[in-house]
Structure formats: C-alpha cells, structure tokens
C-alpha cells in the first residue's frame, strides 16, 4: 500500500473511523448473507455465519486500517481513494478466501457471499464517503450561502475547476460560484464540475449584469494583457470588483490555497507565457559553478532564481552593494537549495579582488548584469558609466577568458541603439567589445539586448506608486514617451534561453511586444490602486537629459534573424575589429576621470550613432494633465534595465 510507511497513530478520530469500518463490516457480511439464502436462514447457515464473522472482520478491520482508510478525509475523497478503496477490498477478499481453502476444515463460507460481501464493501464504503463529500460541497453551500458575493471564474479549465471547488468549501472565502467564462467556443452552454459555462470573456460584463454577479474571477495568465485591462474598465464603469488569482507556480511558491487578489500592474502586461527548452538550459547550468554579477540588482536576482531551479553546483553571488547581497543570500538561504551560494562582496571594475574570484572559483558559466543603469545619473557623472559599464566588462570577458570560462552572457539595453545618453553608449561600447574579443576568445560570449524591465529597482513603477500613496501628482517627462516593457522573471528566463542557444558571437534582442505609453501605466496604477480616474493628476517636467521619446531595439543596418525559439531574434550587426574596439576603449580609459566635455567629445568620435538630446529642443509638454485626458507617455523615472 501507498501509506504503509505513514505514521498512522491510533487518534479519536481514526479510532471512531475504525469502529465505524467494524460495523459496517459486519453488517454487510450478514446482509450478504440474508441475499444469498433469501432472508431465510436454516441452523446451518446461522452457525456459519456467526462462526465466521468475527474472522472475516478482522482480517478486513486489519487491511483497511493498514490501508490508511481510518485516517483519510471522508470529506475531501477522490478517485485515489475509490482505487484504494477497490484495492483494499480486493486484497481482503482474497486473504479471506485463501485462508478459508487452506486452514478452514468446515464451515466454509459460499463464495457467492464473499463476493456479494465484497461488491457491498466497495458500494456502501464509497457512497458513505461520496456522501461526505456531496455534503461538504453541494449542501453546505447551498444551507450557507447567505451573505456571499456572486461570482463568475474567468477559465474553465483544471486551474478553475479547482478554484471553484475551494470557493464551494471553504466558507471563510465566501464565495459563491455562478459560472464560467472561456475562449473555447465548443465548450460554451456546457457544464464543467456541474458548474455552467456561459460564454467567453469579452461577454463577461453582460453575463455580469444579467446573473446579478458582484466580483469576476480571473486565474492568472488566461487573458492577455489587453484583454484584462479592457475588462478591469469596464468592471470599474458597472462596479464590479476584479481579482486575479494566482497561477499554480506562484501558488507552489506559497502555501497551496487560493489566494484572491486584486489586479496588479504584471497582470495588465502579461503576454503568453515564455516556453523553455529546459533541456538546453539544464545542461548548460546544472552541476557547474555560475557566476552572476550584479546578483544584487533586479534582474541579477531574477536569473539567480531561475538558475537555481536547474540545480547548478555552485552559485557565485557578485555584488558590490554589500545591503543588496545581505539580503539576496537569505532569501535563496531560505530556499533550503542543494546549491552552494558564495557571497562575493566585489567591484567589476576592481581587478585584483574579480581575479581572486575567478582563481578561486573557476566559474563555467558567467551572467553579467552588474551595470550602472540610471540615465540622467550617469549624465551627471559620465566617466563613472565608461568605467563601470565599458571598462568594467572589458576585464571580466578577459577574466573570464583567461580562467577557462566556458560561457559568458552580457545584459545590454535597447538605449544602446542609436544612443542618446551616456548610458545607452557606454552598453554601445561594451557591445562592441565582446563581439569583437567572441572571435579571438576561447569562451563563447554573447549579448542579450533588451527594453525595460517592470518594477525593477528605481523605475516607474514604483515611484508612481509612491506619488499615487503622497496623493499625487505623477510626474511625467513628456505626453509622447513610450518603452518597451517586459517582466522580471520572462526577460531573466530569456536570457537563459539565450545563453543555452548560443555559439559566440551574437547580439540576442528579445521579443518586447509593442511599445507602451507610460500615461497609460499611469492611469493603469492609479486604477489599481482603487481611485477614480481623475483623483490624481499628471504633471509633465520635461525631457531629461539623455532621455529619448521612444526605445529602439535594433540598429536600422541591422538584420533581425529568427531563432528555434519564437521569443529571440538574433540581430546580424557590423563587424568591429578588435584591434579598434580595444583602441576606442583605451581612449575613453584615459578620459574617465577627466573633464566630462571631453570624454563626451571622444565618444561622439568613436560612435558615429551617439547624438546627445537637447531637451529644450523637444516639443514642449503641457505642464499637466488629469488622467481622463489623452496623450502620450513617459516618467520622471528611469525605466530601463
């Protein structure tokens, strides 16, 4: 049996069960009996019966309790149970029979009893059981229903059979269930679970109104971004609340039970879930050391987890911010991983300690995310992005070649493509380097280019949110501004993606979707935050320096290749000679702590495509505007990776 090596102590509970196995027992081996002989016993059959009784009892009272089926929920059955159920009988009719055949002298019982006996078992114990559980699921709810809010489930699938199932049972919820809604056409005006399926979600507010419904429940990931943001407005508009429910691998992050939530700003992005070829990764990652730098940061942390998942040997955290690997070491201590994590306080740009490292560690696999990524910051301090962003990955790739490394992964940014600030040409540069040093290397080096990331550390996200709690207003740089935008965990699973698909040399550019305006976020969060549209008012500061009004991914020279995997797209770039790629490098070496008109001089000779923006020069921006009115977007935030 399956539960043989439970603990099975004998508790009330289980020891009423078991007095509850007895009588039925019984009971039923003597209705067995009247069926047989017709009610009509004659002395014979009686001392049979009595004689055997307490036999036949105990060898079934010895299976079903062996089986665990006196410490099983009779409330919560399920087929496992109905087959344990059958299994258990069976194995008792069989014992019972053998020993009757091979020990018994006389007395003997008819077979068609046992067999009788047998089918009752399996009959009366399932129905008292499927009775436990009607009871707790169709009867409860309907005795108790009073005061619980209406619902329809968006997702009538196994994800939403199971949510209904819980909304039925658990009355601290309060939730009452009315139908679903679902993409599938052929499923429509049909039943799933005994609950109806009334159409598809676009028909949701009308299905709404008509049943009187008050809250639509939607699993998270069945809709589309656009299409949940088209239903949360119009719930706004009839008054219906919206809440998401997590989707299973978030629930197996936490204690497994519906967790009800409201709409939050991932949800209105979501696009199709990223499909891994797990195998790739696996063999890339598993049982090697990996290091991350940046480990500390929003997406270093990201591809930490999702590296973790592939069970690597050894986990080397880089991270100059001592605070940030504080607490991203116990956060991945509290996973309770077979990997080993080393905590490595270091600089990229600090040779001597990255050396120590790379020496003591012999990483196989490199990330590289540690980046200084603010663009009005690194404006201000321009020789600090050259050294930490170009300088910096020049002597990690180098590092790594040197030490053996067998695969090294470069974040970049699409402010990397026809750069305007210093940020975005100091990832220009640093592009330049490592697919130039890729064709001298031993280690194969790729970049992995791609647009925002939401809610990453010092984006829009959350200083919007921060201004939203403050009572407003939202800044804005500009109406027109717009980003690509993608999340944490879908750009660090692509970048492991890339990183497996890779033979050195390429410039990876993520699949962003189309460009989202940033009033638009605006007014997104200003809604999920439970506010009417025009409680907060937007207020528009102008174009930063460095700032562009759009993000580009790729270079207009450059040709986007497709990949084996829908979401990547290798873009074909210029060939750049390493002999001056390490030349312009040098030349900015040597500005870096210099005068900052300079440096920014040097690098308008050495990159052709670096045009500073002018701010001033910019349409200008109306100094406010409420969120009802219409226009483009843009953040007082930096919002790139």
């Known amino acids: 049996m399956s539960n043989r090596l439970l603990p099975q102590r004998l508790t009330k509970r289980a020891f009423a069960a078991l007095l509850l196995h007895v009588i039925v027992f019984a009971v039923l081996y003597w209705f067995s009996f009247a069926l047989k002989f017709e009610f009509a016993f004659n002395t014979e059959d009686w001392q049979t019966l009595l004689v055997t009784l307490p036999g036949v009892v105990l060898i079934q009272t010895a299976v ?13 059955v399920s087929f496992s149970d109905l087959v344990m159920l059958f299994h258990s009988a069976t194995l008792s009719l069989l014992i019972v029979a053998a020993i009757d055949r091979l020990f018994i002298r006389w007395l003997h019982p008819p077979a068609s009893v046992l067999l009788i006996d047998w089918a009752l078992t399996i009959l009366v114990l399932g129905g008292l059981r499927a009775i436990g559980r009607l009871s707790r699921e169709e009867l409860s709810p309907r005795l108790w229903r009073s005061g619980y809010r209406r619902a329809l489930i968006v997702g009538a699938n196994q994800s939403g059979e199971t949510l209904a199932r819980h909304l039925m049972t658990d009355r601290r919820l309060r939730y009452q269930p009315l139908g679903y809604l679902d993409h599938d056409e052929s499923k429509i005006g049909s039943t799933f679970g005994g609950i109806p399926i009334w159409g598809k979600p676009e028909q949701a507010l009308g299905i709404a109104t008509h049943l009187g419904v008050e809250d639509i429940l939607v699993i998270s990931g069945v809709l589309a971004g656009s299409e949940l943001r088209k239903l949360m407005e119009g719930c706004e508009e009839a008054n219906i609340t919206l809440k998401v429910i997590p989707a299973y691998d978030d629930l197996l992050a936490s204690n497994y039970a519906p967790q009800i939530r409201d709409v939050d700003i991932n949800d209105l992005l979501r696009r199709e879930p990223v499909e891994l070829n797990n195998d790739a990764i696996h063999t890339l990652v598993s049982g090697r050391t990996v290091m991350v730098t940046g480990a500390g940061g929003s997406i270093g942390s990201e591809i930490c987890r999702q590296v973790l998942k592939f069970r690597p040997k050894i986990v080397l955290l880089v991270e100059r911010s001592e605070n940030s690997l ?52 690194m404006e201000y301090n321009p020789g600090e992005a050259i050294k930490n962003n170009v300088l910096g990955t020049r002597r990690l790739a180098q590092l790594a070649d040197e030490h053996g490394v067998q695969e090294f992964v470069m974040i970049s940014t699409d402010k990397a493509v026809n750069p305007t600030s210093i940020m975005g040409v100091s990832k220009q540069l640093a592009e330049r380097f490592i697919h130039a040093f890729s064709d001298k290397a031993g280690t194969k080096f790729v970049v992995v280019r791609f647009g925002n990331v939401l809610a990453s550390n010092g984006s829009v996200v959350p200083i919007f949110q921060e201004q939203i709690r403050r009572g407003g207003p939202i800044t804005v740089t500009h109406p027109e501004i717009e980003r690509f935008f993608m999340t944490i965990p ?63 991914l790729y270079f207009e020279d450059e040709k986007m290749l497709p990949t084996p995997h829908p979401k990547l797209f290798v873009a074909y770039h210029r060939p750049y000679s390493l002999e001056d790629v390490e030349r312009s490098v040098s030349e900015v070496a040597t500005l870096v702590h210099g005068s900052p008109d300079d440096l920014r001089l040097k690098i308008k000779e050495l990159v052709a495509e670096y045009a500073e923006s002018c701010p001033n020069d910019q349409v200008e921006a109306p100094a406010s505007l409420p969120l009802r009115s219409t226009g483009g977007n843009s953040s007082e935030a930096h919002v790139g990776p």
């Open 64 to 76: 079903f309790y062996y089986a665990g089926h006196c410490h099983r929920s009779w409330y919560s």
């Open 326 to 377: 504080f607490m991203v070491e116990q956060e991945f201590r509290a996973l309770r991983t077979e990997t080993q994590l080393i905590p490595c306080i270091a600089d990229i740009t600090d040779e001597e300690r990255m050396g120590q490292i790379f020496r003591s560690n012999r990483p196989a696999v490199v990330f590289h995310a540690a980046a200084h990524k603010h663009v009005p910051m």
């Open 490 to 552: 879908e750009a660090s699973q692509l970048v492991l993606q890339a990183a497996a698909m890779g033979k050195g040399g390429e410039i990876f550019v993520l699949d962003m979707g189309e460009p989202v305006r940033i009033v638009d976020l605006a007014r997104d969060l200003v809604r999920l935050s439970g506010l009417k549209a025009d409680d907060i008012e937007i207020t528009f500061t102008g174009l930063r320096p460095g700032e562009k009004l759009y993000e580009e």
